[in-house]
């Protein structure tokens, strides 16, 4: 969340790369943007409300002169979206400049000492101290001294970039929120991920918790809380970048759906060659562990539950958790293998689990997307699932690796599936546009929506009801079909549309599409079950194997989500309220 840019630069004239740099971290955000570049010892600033593309032409960032400057894309937690919550945030007397992304804990009571000795605010974010304390502190410590104590001082997490006015340096602290320099050859750039310079760099060093740096154009120099200087490794890294732009795509959640069977084959073949010694340990350790946790949230949860399906039809057993609620429902010690899932590798909730776990002596592997993310390092072992740069906020290809990930684990345990066609039958379903924009056209005019699923088709319910809501602003409720009459088929009336996705011929889930049809809901089916085939109301995928249809039917919810936001005209990419990396709790 938020997302956090600068750069220095032998060349004067930097402010298109930054403009470039930011925009390709906007999807940590997009409540309002800002950027300060230092020039000739002043520090101009430039912020407003809204994305980064409409602040531009208002403001005009272009306009920016200097080598070297910090930027900001907001989301927001503390005080609203206003331009004055907006960063980069000044001190006093304008002399330092700050952006931010975490949450400074402790704002009230430093803010309170600091108004008492005469600093005046003029937001109510927590992000504005930083800037206040610092100048304080510089009035009688040096830069390093300052940095120590703001690591002891404050509670709370952050990934902060500091300018002073009388200094060619960026100042960068890190805690909990991530933080990354791309060495590039005439410049030096700071980010929240590796995504905002990888198509300048393939080198970076990666901020751990409790470190700050001093970055000039062409030196980099860290060190710990104590103050004493550390040596960091420089790594590479290798980051799929499908071709840039929405090309001819509305939206780039439809790219990126269309993108799912070239990144399909992309992980598979991995897996058998790039990945394959990787893959091998990870299974050794599944069949060495006594006890297997997933550990995952919002679309990276459903795949886990996906997998947990699969791995239990084989008998293995495996217990699957929401992140956020690990350590109330987690029974973990040494014996115990925690696989985290996530495609951004940075959200909160699955480090604290993790971090967790690690405290009760379990050992951590990860699947995830974004490579030297902070779960990444963290993990013992990790699994790239190469679904390439996601830029639309709601998670798609990164769901179908992750759960192709899955399956070959459970492959691997016995589970029978042909994963060889599966790109062939994910075009397939791609035919099936606009008959799905129809059903789509037909759903949009409801304010609820129900989908059940039973087994198999249980994870696919919930995550089609959440692209649902993500995206189209319906309530959507993602449900087991045998809950229905546990209570919620009181809100089946006339018209209501429910989503049964129903698996071969599995009478059960059959039966439940018959009960709330016989209520008056408006019936759309997913299925691979030839019968239904040629109804209207149906989205028919063609294959046999029900492991596959998962998948299938979750791509299909996909596309049949994306339509009815279509059809609503929402901002798709970026919904409101949402993310794409959450890194709060
Ligand atoms: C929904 C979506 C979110 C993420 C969740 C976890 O489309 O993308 O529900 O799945 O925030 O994120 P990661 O996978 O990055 O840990």
């Known amino acids: 969340m938020c997302g956090i840019f600068g750069c220095l630069s032998n060349n004067d004239n930097i402010a298109l790369l930054m403009l470039k740099g930011l925009k ?30 409409r602040v531009n032409d208002k403001v005009n960032f272009l306009e920016l002169k200097g080598h070297l400057g910090i930027a900001h894309t907001r989301w927001s937690t503390t005080g609203k979206v206003t331009k004055q919550n907006s960063h980069p945030h000044q001190s006093c007397d304008g002399n330092i ?41 510089l009035k009688n410590k040096s830069i390093n001294e300052a940095c120590i104590d703001f690591i002891k001082e404050i509670k709370g997490t952050f990934a902060i970039l500091l300018l002073k006015q009388d200094e060619d340096k960026i100042y960068a602290l890190k805690r ?59 790594k590479s890294f290798e980051w799929k970048e499908e071709e840039t732009g929405k090309k001819k795509y509305k939206h780039f959640m439809m790219k990126e759906i269309e993108e799912e069977p070239k990144v399909v084959d992309r992980l598979l073949r991995s897996l058998d060659y790039e990945q394959k010694n990787d893959f091998g340990k990870l299974i050794e350790l599944i069949k060495k562990s006594k006890k297997i946790i997933f550990a995952a949230c919002g679309t990276s949860y459903h795949a886990s539950l ?61 699947l995830v997307n974004v490579p030297y993310s902070t779960i990444q390092r963290m993990s013992e072992l990790s699994l790239n699932i190469l679904a390439g740069q996601e830029i639309s906020v709601a998670s798609t290809k990164a769901f179908v690796n992750q759960t192709v990930l899955l399956l070959r684990i459970a492959q691997e345990f016995g589970y029978g599936v042909n994963l060889k066609n599966l790109s062939a039958k994910l075009k397939n379903l791609f035919q099936q546009k606009e008959k799905i924009r129809k059903i789509a056209k037909k759903i949009s005019q409801s304010n609820d929506a129900y989908i059940i699923g039973r087994g198999l088709t249980y994870p696919v319910a919930r995550e089609i009801a959440l692209k649902i809501k993500e995206i189209s602003y319906i309530h959507a409720e993602g449900m087991m079909g045998g809950e229905l009459k546990h209570g919620t088929l009181a809100l089946i009336d006339d018209g ?56 299938l039917a979750a791509t299909a919810g996909q596309l049949l989500a994306y339509h009815i936001a279509d059809v609503l005209g929402r901002p798709i990419d970026k919904p409101k309220n949402l993310s794409k990396s959450i890194s709060v709790r």
């Open 97 to 137: 400049s700050i952006v931010h992304n975490g949450i400074i804990e402790n704002y009230e009571e430093i803010k309170q000492v600091l108004t008492v000795i005469g600093h005046k605010f003029v937001s109510n974010t927590d992000s504005e101290v930083i800037a206040h304390y610092f100048e304080e502190k």
């Open 306 to 366: 996906l997998g947990a399906y699969y791995l239990h039809k084989i008998g293995v057993e495996v217990q699957t958790l929401i992140a956020s609620e690990f350590k109330h429902y987690a029974n973990v010690d040494k014996d115990t293998l925690v696989i985290a899932i996530s495609q951004s590798g940075e959200t909160m909730d699955v480090i604290d689990a993790l971090n967790y776990a690690k405290e009760k002596n379990a050992k951590i592997v990860s």
């Open 176 to 234: 909990d929120s991530p933080l990354a320099v791309g060495i590039c050859k005439d410049k030096n750039i700071l980010a929240s991920d590796i995504h905002a310079f990888s198509n300048l760099t393939n080198k970076a060093i990666f901020f751990d918790n409790d470190e700050f740096g001093i970055i000039t154009k062409d030196s980099y120099e860290l060190f710990n809380k104590d103050g004493k200087a550390i040596e960091k490794l420089i």
């Open 496 to 551: 209501t549309p429910v989503i049964s996705l129903i698996s071969n011929s599995d009478e059960d889930i059959i039966s439940n599409t018959r009960e709330v049809e016989a209520r008056g809901a408006d019936i759309t089916i997913i299925t691979n079950n030839p019968t239904f085939k040629e109804q209207e109301n149906v989205i028919y995928v063609n294959t046999g194997n029900d492991g596959k249809f998962g998948l």
């Open 24 to 53: 390709r971290l906007e999807y940590r955000g997009y409540d309002s943007c800002g950027m300060a570049f230092l020039d000739n010892h002043v520090i101009n600033v430039k912020k407003d409300v809204g994305e980064i593309d």
